[in-house]
């Protein structure tokens, strides 16, 4: 392997030629296997490397820039620790949450299981989708949801889309107004409903009509909390009344510029159009999990973000560039947000860009 021109490239270039003499024993992968085979499956590994190594190769530079950006030593150790998990896998490199606290936890959902719920009589209802209902834990209300296992293991009991390491806490609190984008089954806006509290609210964009026939269900079943939520069906991008479509269902319903065959019509808004319709005299957190539109949707909401400098909780692998791209645009803004990592899986996906700017909010 060649080396390269910045520090981190060749550390990352040095590591992989060591790593592959030495992929991990089996009792280091063992829950992989049972829970997730497919991530250790030869081809799979022979795709990631090829296209993330290359990818490395072509940007380095920009990943270097994004490193530099990050605020703690725990951050830019899971950055680097991350893009070799996303070069060679499971198999090679630990997540850095590959540990037994983990696996208890994603063991443990069974217990939250609603005994009360009869799972045929859902999917007749809904004609789709074998999901499960729980009764949830949550900082101030039980929140009963209808969704799948790894939405509760990253949200609830994992803690996905709130940080907290070392002092530094960054999520929803009391009275906070809040953009939930991705709102899937309403399960982030449920969390984050309880955590703002009867004096705030969360607006919640989904575009999937699947995904928000099941966020109105939950909110049905969580009345307490329900005022306390806004379902908006449009997509957050870069300029508003584009027509966008999507395509894909579930989790994975992304949008795009151009028609394709089973696509669907949707339009889109800004973050920023959206706060001046909506004449908001506040923002306090944008939360972004939407299947690679983050960036293009962050471009949307740049008057805010200087105007009210919210806290931000924002997915950044769904792209390649997303690793870099993210970080590096919002730290070009220069208004002084601090940068953090943290990552909720056991392989490459969901890892969460949390910031925010001290004093604020």
Request: net charge negative; proline share 4%.
């Amino acid at each position: 392997m060649e080396k390269n021109s910045d520090p981190l490239g060749n550390r990352v270039i040095e590591q992989i030629a060591v790593l592959l003499e030495n992929p991990l024993p089996e009792s280091a992968i063992a829950e992989i296997r049972e829970f997730h085979p497919y991530e250790l499956h030869p081809q799979k590994f022979d795709q990631r490397f090829s296209v993330f190594y290359q990818h490395f190769l072509d940007h380095s530079d920009d990943y270097s820039r994004a490193l530099e950006c990050l605020k703690d030593e725990h951050s830019r150790a899971y950055y680097e620790q991350l893009i070799l998990l996303r070069i060679l896998g499971p198999g090679f490199v630990l997540s850095p949450i590959n540990n037994k606290a983990y696996w208890d936890q994603f063991r443990s959902i069974s217990a939250y299981r609603d005994p009360s719920f009869s799972h045929q009589a859902e999917n007749r209802l809904h004609g789709f989708l074998p999901l499960v209902q729980y009764i949830l834990p949550s900082d101030h209300h039980r929140i009963t949801l209808l969704t799948g296992e790894g939405d509760v293991t990253a949200t609830y009991l994992g803690s996905q889309y709130c940080f907290e390491r070392e002092g530094v806490e960054i999520k929803p609190l009391a009275d906070d107004i809040v953009i939930d984008a991705g709102g899937y089954h309403a399960d982030s806006a449920l969390k984050f409903a309880d955590l703002v509290g009867a004096d705030g609210f969360v607006y919640s964009f989904e575009i999937d009509e699947d995904n928000l026939a099941f966020a109105y269900h939950n909110l049905q079943l969580n009345l307490s909390l329900a005022p306390r939520v806004e379902m908006i069906q449009k997509a957050l991008s870069n300029d508003s009344n584009k027509n966008l479509y999507m395509t894909g269902c579930g989790a994975g319903c992304k949008i795009s510029d151009t028609m394709s065959e089973g696509a669907r019509l949707i339009q889109s808004i800004t973050i920023d159009d959206f706060v001046t319709e909506q004449n908001l005299a506040r923002l306090n957190f944008i939360k972004m999990d939407i299947e690679g539109a983050e960036l293009e949707a962050l471009k949307g909401a740049v008057h805010s973000l200087i105007r009210f400098r919210p806290k931000l909780a924002i997915c950044i692998y769904h792209n390649q560039d997303d690793f870099f791209s993210i970080i590096n645009y919002l730290h070009s803004l220069e208004l002084g947000y601090e940068f953090y990592i943290d990552h909720y899986t056991a392989f490459y996906g969901d890892t969460l860009l949390y910031a925010h700017c001290k004093g604020q909010n």
